[in-house]
Nanobody, 123 residues
Framework: QVQLVESGGGLVQAGGSLRLSCAAS????????MGWFRQAPGKEREIVAA????????YIADFVKGRFTISRDNDKNMVYLQMNSLNAEDTAVYYC????????????????WGQGTQVTVSS
């Protein structure tokens, strides 16, 4: 079965950086569009970034543009979210998601989701 496992979350001071990783298994990874979402307490899940199956195209939400980047390694079945200049508003559970043959899907209409990794930014 398809599994997505996030890692790399934790507690970081404001201004710091984290790199989230998502390991995918049970799917032909290179044919899946991938996304990173986040959900803060009491708020809806929101798109942070998305990447096409080849990695040639990316989407970054305006509120993290210039601070976050998304990348993938199709040989390793991994997708990454590099987060720099973190601030308290970035505190949330971060999820990766996968859907076959979609190009930069920015809604929650993904087929598979990881369990999430907590990111906490202290100010």
């Amino acid at each position: 079965q398809v599994q997505l496992v996030e890692s790399g979350g934790g507690l970081v001071q404001a201004g710091g950086s984290l790199r989230l990783s998502c390991a995918a298994s049970g799917l032909t990874f290179s044919t899946y569009g991938m996304g990173w979402f986040r959900q803060a307490p009491g708020k809806e899940r929101e798109i942070v970034a998305a990447i096409s199956w080849s990695g040639g195209s990316t989407y970054i939400a305006d509120f993290v543009k210039g601070r976050f980047t998304i990348s993938r390694d199709n040989d390793k079945n991994m997708v990454y979210l590099q987060m720099n200049s973190l601030n308290a508003e970035d505190t949330a559970v971060y999820y990766c998601a996968a859907r076959a043959r979609v190009f930069l899907l920015t809604t929650t209409r993904y087929d598979y989701w990881g369990q999430g990794t907590q990111v906490t930014v202290s100010s």
